[in-house]
């Protein structure tokens, strides 16, 4: 005997109550949540500091760190070479009687700065020699601290600068800065000292070359009074003046003259 067909009436019969049981099921679950929590703030990190320790084992500052210290006086050299020493009045005396012979370009600019720069450290070389003296050496063997060595550099370059400048061109600077006047010039700050010194620096610079123009000044009177007369007119004065300028310098002994001037106007500096 064949067993009973299932119809498709009753299927699906028995999937839509299938459906009903698994809704009916899923409806009914209860959501879970987490238990929460108050909020707290977070913890603070405790209180740090970076220390550099710029010194070697036994005191004296590392390699690395005198390395990055004449790296970086270098790169400033050329700025310190012209404000805080000699080397501006020198060049702009040299430059000045260059002009005065009427030759622009000879000696060549690179000719006179290596003249004032050599000439800089002549007259200089008292100061630097106290400068190595009671800064660089303490500093090198662990005497002195970076601080306190460029504050020992300092003094004997601030009392070296004072010696050539002017009165009137230091309380212009103050002036102009707003401070107050200090007590005595020794305690100039350097922003205020610095360009008060290049300022009596070219000043005087100024007045030597003044000085050494006038000569020449005459010789090219004197011949463009004689082309005149003789009515050579197209001809230039300055062709026929430059040997009887060269050779007044000659005579004079000109070079030795004007360094022999610039280096005692230094006289006494060290």
């Not at 049981?21 to 108050?38: N, W």
């Not at 009687?97 to 003249?115: D, E, H, K, M």
């Not at 020992?152 to 600068?161: F, G, K, Q």
């Not at 102009?176 to 010039?185: M, V």
Request: no cysteine; net charge negative; hydrophobic share 55%.
């Amino acid at each position: 005997m064949e067993p009973p067909r299932r119809t498709p009436r009753r299927a699906l019969r028995t999937v839509i109550v299938l459906g009903i049981l698994l809704a009916v099921h899923v409806l009914s679950a209860t959501p879970a949540f987490a238990d929460t929590v108050d909020p707290t703030l977070p913890a603070t990190p405790p209180p740090s500091g970076v220390t550099v320790d710029i010194n070697g084992i036994d005191g004296t500052p590392s390699a690395s760190i005198l390395t990055l210290i004449g790296i970086t006086l270098l790169s400033v050299a050329p700025a310190l070479l012209l404000m805080m020493s000699s080397f501006t009045k020198i060049f702009v005396v040299l430059a000045m009687t260059r002009n005065a012979l009427s030759l622009p370009t000879i000696p060549p600019n690179q000719v006179l700065a290596g003249l004032s720069l050599f000439l800089t450290l002549f007259i200089m070389w008292p100061v630097l020699t106290e400068i190595h003296t009671v800064a660089v050496q303490p500093y090198t063997d662990g005497g002195l601290t970076f601080t306190d060595a460029v504050g020992a550099a300092s003094d004997p370059l601030r009392t070296w600068m004072l010696q050539f400048t002017r009165e009137e061109d230091l309380a212009l600077m103050t002036r102009f800065s707003g401070a107050d006047n200090p007590d005595d010039p020794a305690s100039t700050p350097l922003i205020t000292l610095i360009p008060a010194f290049m300022i009596s620096e070219l000043r005087a610079a100024f007045i030597i070359g003044f000085v050494i123009f006038v000569p020449f000044l005459v010789i090219d009177l004197v011949v463009a009074a004689a082309l005149m007369s003789m009515g050579m007119m197209m001809l230039p004065p300055v062709m026929i003046s430059l040997p009887f300028k060269i050779l007044l310098f000659l005579l004079v002994d000109g070079w030795g003259l004007i360094l022999r001037t610039l280096v005692q106007s230094y006289a006494g500096s060290g």
